[in-house]
């Protein structure tokens, strides 16, 4: 798992309980699903895009995507 450096990398926000991490995933997420017209996004188009913008590992998604699917 990479260290996160930031807080805001691993403390819930009051305001949802989202950490910056899982944030990015949801919008990515939202990005690709509206390109693909709706339809489901593979995890791995998901991942490829995701570490554009972040460092994160495959596991650490996996963890990430199974955390927002169980709220």
């Given at each position: 798992m990479?260290?996160?450096?930031?807080?805001e990398d691993v403390l819930p926000d009051v305001r949802d309980g989202?950490?910056?991490v899982e944030r990015v995933v949801l919008e990515t997420l939202h990005?690709?699903?509206q390109e693909l017209?709706?339809?489901s996004?593979?995890?791995?188009?998901?991942?490829g895009r995701l570490v554009?913008?972040?460092d994160l590992s495959?596991?650490?998604?996996v963890r990430v995507l199974a955390r927002l699917a169980a709220r």
């Open positions: 990479p260290v996160r450096s930031a807080p989202l950490t910056r990005a690709c699903q017209g709706g339809r996004v593979p995890t791995a188009l998901l991942y554009e913008r972040i495959s596991d650490e998604l």
